[in-house]
């Protein structure tokens, strides 16, 4: 059985959500890429798949609605993450109708987008061995 890193990729226009994000679950041993460009964020997926894909909602360009969109079209079995300070439940419910695994409002403490990231990587290795 390989034992691949989760690969994950975190999109917010904030760049200490990537800034705070991106050492302590490298520190857990995930792969991080953190970006606060949704255009750089397009083109890295582009390139390649990631396991999970943290966005927020609110940014300049291309938002974090259009981007998951994008994201679960060309790679269905990636989990999205959405955190967001603009939590309703209407977007709550457009994004889970769109596949999300998980949503999250800011200010969210750390150990809750770890614990989130941990369960959609026990989804993602399960469906993995199937």
């Known amino acids: 059985?390989?034992?691949?890193?989760?690969?994950?990729?975190?999109l917010d226009?904030?760049?200490?959500?990537?800034?705070?994000?991106?050492?302590s679950l490298e520190k857990?041993?995930?792969?991080?890429?953190?970006?606060?460009?949704?255009?750089?964020?397009?083109?890295?997926?582009?390139?390649?798949?990631?396991?999970?894909v943290v966005t927020d909602l609110k940014m300049e360009g291309v938002d974090g609605m259009q981007f998951l969109t994008l994201v679960k079209e060309k790679y269905p079995a990636t989990e999205v993450i959405v955190i967001t300070g603009f939590a309703t439940m209407g977007i709550a419910r457009e994004s889970f109708n769109k596949g999300v695994f998980d949503f999250l409002a800011k200010p969210f403490k750390l150990g809750e987008i770890v614990d989130i990231i941990g369960r959609a990587e026990a989804k993602i290795k399960k469906s993995r061995k199937i």
Do not use: H, W
């Not at 226009?13 to 991106?22: A, W």
């Open 1 to 10: 059985m390989e034992n691949k890193q989760t690969s994950i990729l975190i």
């Open 28 to 52: 857990k041993g995930y792969e991080v890429e953190a970006f606060t460009s949704s255009k750089e964020a397009l083109e890295r997926i582009e390139d390649r798949p990631f396991d999970i």
């Open 13 to 23: 226009d904030e760049p200490i959500v990537g800034k705070r994000l991106k050492p």
